[in-house]
């Protein structure tokens, strides 16, 4: 017998190597004594109890639809902060709410805010964020956000001075004239492996920079008086089937499955998510019922009708097309170096300092006209060739925003399967009609 072994069994207490075991165990009245003899009881649930809280759990974070058994609806924003980003600075808000655990985010685009020292009708601003906590301080509001115009580096001192002079309306309201144009709104789905490496199977990292390129300098189709807008970056990873489920779907897709046929062969829906939560941000930021509405940026028809039957006024749609398929011409310019993915170059843009995305439409979303964009592309070749290309991909703002257009065969595949097998409403280019699929 080992001698380790029996020096052990002798000890007192003994050894013990259950994490969570209490050695002393309990009395009647539940409490904890310290009586010798041994009484092993767990202070864990049993297994098959634990795997089933997990589960639920689970189903809780994924299926938002069971809103039956949940509790009315309540969304809090908990913090706001200014965030300067390759477009132009926005506020970001981050909300709690009480029907998953996920903290989802909204990017507010309204620059003016920054400027004012009261409150406008017209600004986006977050209502639960605005309100008067119970036993804050002055420094307490400032810290998550809660400031009207912009903080300067001595606003805590004269802030914390008058600590305790909060009343019930702490800033000026002026009413305006309501804005003529409804706000652009995207309702983005998390997707960690489009934002984060640029994953070219989806479009999702170019949508999100390409909505909030859009909210600063207008559409195609509306000349914006002045940036503003809202992205509700809902985290919903994998059409809210969750990140590990989507990594399966895609490889479900390397075998020839369509994004939908992938979904459904692990047991899920084409699509599993639901917008109440999204709706009520919205409404937290001023734009539910008695607002002049949205103009929803998106292709999904799902998500227009789904916000209309939450209550949000949906006045108008702005499609999302990919950058790549406003940029067909060019394959034909044949332009060395700049023929690889994602780079679909704007040199006007470049040479204004290069704050903007690198495409080649213009400001107002249009295309460029062909001749002139390829006159001053080799214009710039010839003058700076290296340079340039530098600038093209080493772009302020380390993520992909700000980054340029997304193309390749897979994402080809997975925009063509949301228009034919999910409704999408966006029309395929001529020349992308034929995807050649691989054997
Ligand atoms: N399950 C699954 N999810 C994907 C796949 N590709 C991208 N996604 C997820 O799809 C979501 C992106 O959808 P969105 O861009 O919000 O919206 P959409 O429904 O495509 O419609 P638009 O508003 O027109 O863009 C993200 O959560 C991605 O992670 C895929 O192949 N399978």
Redesign the pocket.
Known sequence: MDPMILALSGSKPPTHNHYHHDWFGYDSSGTRSKRLSVNHQSLQKPRKERLNDLKNEKKYAINTSLSLEKPPLEVICQVRTRIPTPHGEIFCHLYTNNHDKKEHLAFVVDPEQLQREFVSSNDLRSKSLDAIRSGESELDRLTRGAYVGKIKRNSAEINIASTNSLNASPYTLRQEHKDPLAPLV?????????ETIG?Q????GE??DEALRQMFVGTSKDQHTKPRGVIVY?R??????G?A??LR??NL?DLGH??VT??ELLG?G????TYEISASILRDLGLGIGSSGIR?????P??VNALEFEGIPVSDRV??IPRAWKCNHLEELKIKGLKQKHLFANPRRFSTGGEQTPTCVNEKGEEEDKDVFAKTLSTAENDSGDEYLQHVLRRSGAGLIGAGATQGEDLER?LR??IER?G???TIPKDKEQIEEKK
């Open positions: 995207r309702i983005h789905s998390e997707c960690y492996t489009g994953s199977r989806c479009d999702c949508q999100l809902m919903q990873e994998g059409r809210g089937i990140l489920a989507k779907a895609y897709q369509d994004t992938a979904n899920f084409a699509d599993e998510r929803l940026m998106t292709n999904n799902d998500k499609e999302m997975y399967t949301k999910m999408h409403l966006i």
